[in-house]
């Protein structure tokens, strides 16, 4: 018999099993993308670094809808701002991959190039070396904090009883839509202030 036109196994099906239980279930393991591709166990480990270089494969595969061009744009909160947009979008599509890969340490090459760009970007405006990665990680607990939200159900507060809570029932009344947008521009708007901020009080220093 002549092999199989397509592979049986490759890291391609592989990540796509893996994010499809991470869509589901938050979580994924070995054996299980083993059963979904019907192969051994051992198989898998023929393709990949482990369950940790599952991880990694899981992270290039959201980062890829990042669009990293927008750290080429000038000025920097012009890039920043591009970026953050796209990284929250890229994230939002796959929420419940958010605490697996941002619990783990970031060795993807392609990931660890958009930070390297992030990096010269900062120090090119200015930022002094060890404010950088603060600035960064500040910025990607906005963009994650907000990509989990836009998963989350429109409603998030459940008041049985309005009058222990009345002026809390007025407030959730008075949202209108958008909420999950507009709490993210308004987090946006104010890391920027800061950012901003510090960095007029390095040229004057």
Not at 22 to 31: K, L, R, T
Not at 145 to 152: I, K, Q, R, T
Not at 171 to 184: C, P, Q, S
């Amino acid at each position: 018999m002549g092999r199989p036109r397509t592979p049986l196994l490759d890291r391609e099906r592989i990540t796509t099993t893996a994010l499809e239980l991470v869509d589901a279930h938050g979580e994924f393991s070995v054996p299980q993308i083993a059963r979904r591709l019907g192969v051994q166990t051992g198989s898998v480990y023929h393709h990949v670094d482990g369950r940790d270089g599952i991880v990694e494969l899981l992270r290039e595969r959201v980062a890829q809808h990042i669009d990293v061009t927008a750290l080429d744009l000038r000025p920097w909160d012009a890039a920043l701002t591009a970026w953050a947009r796209s990284y929250r979008a890229a994230f939002a599509a796959h929420p419940r991959a958010i605490p697996m890969l941002m619990t783990s340490p970031v060795r993807a090459p392609r990931v660890l190039e958009q930070y390297e760009r992030a990096v010269i970007l900062l120090l090119d405006a200015g930022f002094p070396l060890p404010d950088v990665m603060p600035v960064i990680v500040a910025l990607e607990n906005v963009v994650l904090g907000s990509a989990l939200d836009l998963a989350a159900p429109e409603t998030m507060w459940e008041i049985a009883d309005d009058t222990a809570t009345p002026r809390l029932a007025e407030a959730l009344d008075a949202i209108g839509d958008n909420r999950a947008d507009r709490a993210f521009e308004l987090a946006l708007e104010g890391f920027f202030v800061q950012a901003r901020r510090m960095l007029e009080t390095y040229a004057q220093a």
